[in-house]
């Protein structure tokens, strides 16, 4: 693994929380068999932190909050 993709790991806690749950990934990016920039698109997909997930939640949100003002009307 590179030094800047280990740098890259500290910084970011999400990634590294998901290093450590899923040891496979260390060695699938020793041997150069994935990217830091796949392993990234994965732990955004498995965190829901993509940009469509973070809409959907806002839009859940709102749902949630007039269907509150509904009621209390």
Same mark, same amino acid.
């Given at each position: 693994?590179? $030094? /800047?993709d =280990?740098i890259?790991f500290?910084?970011?806690?999400? *990634?590294?929380l998901?290093? &450590?749950?899923?040891?496979?990934?260390?060695?699938? $990016? /020793?041997? =150069?068999?994935?990217?830091?920039?796949?392993?990234? *698109?994965?732990?955004?997909? &498995?965190?829901?932190?993509?940009?469509?997930?973070?809409i /959907?939640?806002?839009?859940d949100?709102?749902?949630?909050?007039?269907?509150?003002?509904?009621?209390?009307?």
């Open positions: 693994m590179r $030094l /800047n =280990q890259n500290k910084e970011n806690n999400n *990634n590294y998901l290093l &450590k749950e899923n040891s496979y990934y260390i060695k699938a $990016l /020793n041997r =150069q068999e994935m990217d830091y920039k796949t392993f990234v *698109n994965e732990m955004k997909i &498995k965190y829901k932190n993509r940009t469509t997930d973070k /959907n939640k806002v839009i949100n709102m749902d949630l909050i007039s269907s509150v003002l509904d009621i209390l009307k």
